[in-house]
């Protein structure tokens, strides 16, 4: 009789052990077609990324995915470590719905290799109560392994904040102030390489650079923004704009006025200015300031007509109200 009751026990017990075993082996199954799926970013994979996971927010998820699809480098696999039981929604970045609509909250961590250095992260997966926990195709992703980079949040009313762009998509959500819109906060991004590039369309932009993304978030670049070839082809036109106004009856913006102005017994009026004679080299430093150098122009005053050489600065700038780039002084010297 006691013979019967250990078997008995003893058979109860294995059941039960391999009942957690089953669990614990679907949970690691189902976090390795996740982690395979980020490695991979074909379209099938990325299709499979989408339905293993289950956030709050799966338009934010679905751009990341597409974003992954571009990315120049990514993931791969080195272990992925045996599931341990998670609290929910403590261990939960993003919970999804309320605690009991799912069960068996499952932390699996991972390391992996990008772009020649390890790194570590984990995820978090759960099954709906309703299906049983010994299938990897009922488990679910509710923490992610993304990560993000850390845009620097816009100052109030800052018309020169530039567009972020992710291997040529324009990222829309970047951090805002004082806004709970789940649109307005950081776009989450699977580990990879992305090209990143800053850009003021169509007057500033910055070089391309590659960021690696971990399952963490990572500081931006440093991009300075500079003028592009349509800023300068805008500004150029500027310039000669203004001594073209040398020749009108209110030549005061003239930049080369204030040097003949004193001989010139008909200020203010027509007929001083005969032109250029040799145009400047004309240069656009990407810090705002203009120069002109080497250039001469013709000019008539109660004495005959005389020649000049001169040289000029000026600067430009971002104007605040038409958000154009504009020449805002030039003035010259003998």
């Given at each position: 009789m006691r013979a019967?009751?250990?078997?008995?026990?003893?058979?109860?017990?294995?059941?039960?052990?391999?009942?957690?075993?089953t669990k614990s082996s679907a949970a690691r199954s189902a976090a390795r077609t996740y982690l395979d799926s980020i490695a991979s970013a074909s379209k099938p994979a990325l299709a499979k990324l989408a339905q293993l996971t289950a956030t709050n927010n799966p338009a934010a998820l679905r751009t990341a995915g597409d974003l992954l699809a571009g990315a120049t480098?990514?993931?791969?696999?080195?272990?992925?470590d045996a599931p341990a039981?998670?609290?929910?929604?403590?261990?939960?970045?993003?919970?999804?719905?309320?605690?009991?609509?799912?069960?068996?909250?499952?932390?699996?961590?991972?390391?992996y290799r990008l772009a020649g250095k390890i790194y570590q992260g984990s995820v978090v997966l759960a099954h709906p109560q309703a299906q049983v926990a010994r299938d990897p195709a009922n488990w679910r992703v509710v923490m992610p392994l993304t990560g993000s980079i850390a845009w620097p949040q816009p100052g109030f009313l800052d018309i020169t904040t530039a567009d972020i762009y992710l291997d040529g998509t324009r990222i829309v959500r970047t951090p805002?102030?004082?806004?709970?819109?789940?649109?307005a906060t950081v776009q989450p991004l699977y580990p990879a390489v992305y090209k990143v590039q800053q850009r003021l369309d169509p007057y500033y932009a910055s070089a391309v650079t590659s960021v690696a993304v971990t399952a963490r978030s990572v500081a931006p670049p440093k991009q300075p923004l500079l003028p592009t070839s349509t800023t300068r082809t805008v500004l150029t036109k500027q310039v000669w704009a203004q001594f073209a106004a040398c020749d009108t009856a209110d030549?005061?913006?003239?930049?080369?006025?204030?040097?003949?102005a004193h001989n010139n017994p008909g200020a203010g009026g027509q007929g001083w200015w005969l032109g250029l004679t040799k145009k400047p080299r004309l240069?656009?430093?990407?810090?705002?300031?203009?120069?002109?150098?080497?250039?001469?122009?013709r000019y008539r005053d109660h004495?005959?007509?005389?020649?000049?050489?001169?040289?000029?600065?000026?600067?430009?700038?971002?104007?605040?109200?038409?958000?154009?780039p504009s020449v805002f002084e030039i003035e010259a010297e003998q």
């Open positions: 019967a009751v250990t078997v008995l026990f003893c058979a109860l017990v294995g059941t039960l052990l391999a009942g957690c075993d480098r990514r993931i791969t696999i080195i272990d992925v039981p998670a609290s929910a929604p403590k261990d939960i970045a993003d919970p999804v719905v309320v605690e009991n609509t799912f069960a068996d909250f499952t932390k699996v961590g991972v390391r805002a102030n004082n806004s709970d819109d789940d649109d030549p005061v913006y003239c930049p080369v006025y204030a040097l003949v240069k656009l430093s990407n810090d705002g300031k203009i120069t002109l150098s080497s250039g001469t122009f004495t005959g007509t005389h020649e000049m050489d001169f040289d000029a600065s000026g600067t430009w700038g971002l104007d605040s109200d038409s958000w154009k």
